[in-house]
């Protein structure tokens, strides 16, 4: 074959595996990523912008984070919501749809509550209600990932993590860019701080959670074949009584999911913890510092929104749908590899902005590089880590994962503002770069632990379970 035809035959098969977007299952995870990705910068990035507005010091916005950890403990209930019916609504819609549509609703009422708070005459009000829709948002995600896991093959689940990442990127842009500009739009005067401006925006962001709630009244519950083939063998083997009901209930929730991880993996499972618990460190840590970064820089709301908000949740959309490809042309943990590289390296372009101050271009530049990173390894990252997932228990799983993801770095962001304001934020960005370091080690030495295949991971789980 000539180059000519390599190279034909190659572009050929690049746009064969862009068909994969109009898949009707693929084309939901684009609505329902909208939904999940909306709270999270509401009680986050969006938040901590309203905070600095209002007058609070940096050292309280980077505790204020730590409200983010609900995040990183959402393993410990994910076993409810994988095992537990919710009355009712689970009857009528399935256990998966039923945990989507509860909890949306609790996000909706949160922000609700937001809108109707004022950080600059009490912290105590908001920041129970930031806990409460964070909780929901959590228990959203724990769903949605089982959700998705459960509605495709696994050569397919980095087409689903792109499009995931797209809506919940879409939705980030709304809740970021949008919300700033909303709340431009209502403030009259920027000079001075006033609340309802951000009322209207919270409540504008509330509606939009019914894009969720419409999804999922309009989808259909997963039914995973090899889960469901064992449904009945698993049912009919529960002994009586109710103590011995409810001891069977908590092995299956609990204990089963954690057990059948450590024996896939064996020693590779503490490897596999550390490197999920690390890989988004450098972005984490620095996310907490980067909308009062850009405040103290001197950008006004107008600029954020239209540069690091909207071009850069462009560029992020570009960078996922590109990390889908990627997983699927040269492998996951390739791209892996790449996302966790380029991730930290840009993170210099900060620290380098710090210095230049209030610069449109250097800003764009960053902005730039960094969220086209920021969507490569997040779509590898969802593929990798659905790879390990399995499907008999792929919320409790999937939240075990997605937790130890950010549970370590959210406790380390905690101090983020204490350190900006000790030693700066070149001297800063420049360290959340380091931490990348070790993550590039992690991803060697995990390259050639398995990424069983679905139907593999199900016969190795015992049938006596």
């Not at 889960?227 to 009901?245: C, D, E, V, W």
Request: net charge positive; charged share 15%; with cysteine.
């Amino acid at each position: 074959m000539s180059d000519a035809s390599r190279v034909k035959h190659r572009v050929i098969g690049f746009f064969t595996d862009l068909k994969v977007f109009t898949q009707p299952r693929v084309v939901r995870m684009l609505l329902l990523g909208f939904s999940a990705g909306l709270p999270l910068l509401l009680v986050f990035g969006t938040l901590s912008f309203w905070l600095r507005e209002s007058g609070v010091d940096l050292s309280t916005i980077g505790f204020f984070s730590l409200v983010g950890l609900v995040y990183g403990f959402k393993w410990t209930w994910s076993p409810l919501v994988d095992q537990l019916p919710i009355p009712f609504l689970t009857r009528k819609m399935g256990k998966r749809r039923s945990w989507l549509l509860a909890s949306q609703l609790v996000v909706a009422i949160g922000l609700c509550g937001m809108a109707l708070s004022d950080p600059a005459h009490g912290l105590q009000k908001i920041a129970a209600l930031a806990l409460l829709t964070a909780f929901a948002s959590a228990t959203q995600d724990i769903a949605l990932d089982a959700f998705r896991i459960e509605s495709a093959a696994v050569e397919e689940q980095g087409a689903m993590a792109a499009a995931y990442q797209a809506g919940y990127r879409g939705a980030m842009l709304m809740a970021s860019a949008g919300a700033l500009l909303i709340a431009a739009a209502f403030d009259v005067n920027e000079a001075t701080y006033e609340q309802t401006p951000w009322a209207a925006t919270y409540f504008i962001m509330a509606a939009l959670m019914g894009v969720g709630i419409i999804t999922v009244l309009l989808s259909s519950e997963p039914i995973p074949t090899s889960a469901s083939g064992n449904s009945s063998r698993q049912k009919g083997s529960i002994p009586a009584g109710a103590t011995a009901r409810l001891g069977r209930w908590l092995l299956v929730a609990f204990v089963l999911p954690f057990v059948d991880f450590i024996k896939r993996y064996r020693y590779d499972a503490l490897l596999l913890l550390a490197l999920i618990g690390s890989y988004r460190i450098s972005d984490v840590v620095m996310g907490v510092m980067a909308n009062p970064f850009y405040h103290d820089m001197g950008f006004s709301k107008d600029e954020i929104a239209t540069i690091s908000k909207v071009y850069g949740v462009i560029m992020t959309l570009v960078g996922a749908g590109l990390g889908g490809v990627l997983s699927l042309r040269i492998g996951v943990v390739r791209t892996l590899f790449l996302g966790a590289l380029l991730s930290a390296a840009t993170n210099l372009l900060f620290a380098w902005l710090a210095r230049r101050g209030d610069d449109l271009s250097g800003l764009v530049l960053t902005i730039s590089a960094d969220n086209l990173s920021a969507g490569i390894a997040t779509a590898a990252f969802i593929a990798y880590l659905s790879g390990l997932t399995n499907i008999r228990y792929s919320a409790t799983q999937y939240a075990l994962f997605s937790s130890a993801m950010l549970l370590f770095p959210k406790f380390i962001a905690g101090g983020s503002g204490v350190f900006v304001e000790r030693y700066g934020y070149e001297m800063f960005f420049t360290s959340t770069a380091l931490l990348g370091v070790p993550v590039l080690v992690l991803i060697f030495l995990a390259r050639n632990v398995a990424m069983f295949d679905r139907s593999e991971i199900t016969k190795r789980v015992p049938s006596s379970t």
